[in-house]
């Protein structure tokens, strides 16, 4: 019985003993352990004390084997952030776990993208995607890698890597961070945002300054991730050369093109 198997496993997750959760209860120590090892069964009044104990719904109690969840989803739990508490509130989140319970950090290629912005909730679609851990993040927070394209967030290059901290909740979304976003419309976008959640929209940002900002409204997007590091093939391009011999350049550069456009025209 699963109930029996998770109860026991968050009063041993909590470092409590029989004793300990039992006198919390107001309940005996012999009745605790009779539901550990399924010789008895409790009763409603039971199961709505423990549910409330350990901050996890019945039904999750009673259906979900708690020992085969990843790190990230049972500090979800314990944080309250239980789909069958918080009803439609909480963005249910399609993952993976390794050999070991840890959680995987899935890949969403370039070629992968499409499909994303319509299997990104379904177990199945993100069951195949590749994966991979970095020992250097948290265990105990969900990270996924996305292939940006285009320029628009340079000097971050295209066709970059960039990792991604799941934002659980959006009002958690700060000003003038780096966040991936997927929408319905646009589907992935990394972008820097601007928060906006009480008048329900976020305004985005890109870091080259030929974009123009846009807004969009919480309806239209379906999941947020937190940048958190980014891999690229390519080396930046130097900062050093000053701002005015930029300018030089480019403009040297217009006039050659100017030029040979004039040679063209005279043959």
Not at 30 to 48: C, F, H
Not at 115 to 122: E, I, P, S
Not at 202 to 223: D, G, T
């Given at each position: ?9 968050l ?103 499409a499909?994303y ?31 940006i394209?285009g ?10 890597y ?32 601007e ?6 929209f976020?305004?985005?940002h ?24 980014y891999?690229?093939s ?34």
């Amino acid at each position: 019985m699963l109930f029996s198997t998770n109860i026991k496993f968050l009063r041993k997750r909590r470092s409590k003993t029989q004793d300990d959760v039992a006198t919390a209860l107001h309940m005996k120590r012999s009745t605790l352990s009779g539901y550990e090892n399924e010789v008895s069964e409790p009763n409603i009044e039971a199961l709505i004390a423990l549910s409330r104990y350990f901050n996890v719904a019945i039904d999750t109690l009673i259906k979900v084997d708690l020992t085969q969840i990843g790190e990230f989803q049972l500090s979800q739990l314990e944080r309250g952030y239980d789909v069958h508490i918080k009803g439609s509130n909480i963005r249910v989140l399609a993952t993976t776990v390794d050999s070991g319970n840890r959680e995987n950090i899935e890949l969403v290629s370039e070629r992968a993208k499409a499909g994303y912005t319509t299997g990104y909730a379904d177990p199945e679609y993100i069951r195949v995607l590749p994966t991979f851990q970095l020992p250097f993040l948290s265990k105990e927070r969900k990270y996924r890698t996305f292939q940006i394209s285009g320029d628009s967030m340079l000097p971050i290059p295209d066709k970059s890597y960039v990792t991604g901290e799941y934002v659980v909740d959006w009002h958690d979304i700060h000003d003038r961070q780096a966040y991936i976003i997927l929408t319905m419309d646009d589907g992935i976008v990394f972008k820097i945002a601007e928060n906006h959640i009480a008048d329900g929209f976020l305004r985005l940002h890109s870091l080259n300054p030929f974009y123009q900002p846009f807004e969009i409204h919480l309806n239209e997007i379906k999941e947020v991730w937190k940048f958190v590091h980014y891999i690229s093939s390519e080396m930046p391009e130097s900062t050093n050369v000053p701002k005015e011999q930029q300018l030089i350049d480019t403009i040297n550069d217009l006039r050659k093109q100017v030029q040979d456009i004039q040679l063209k025209l005279n043959l």
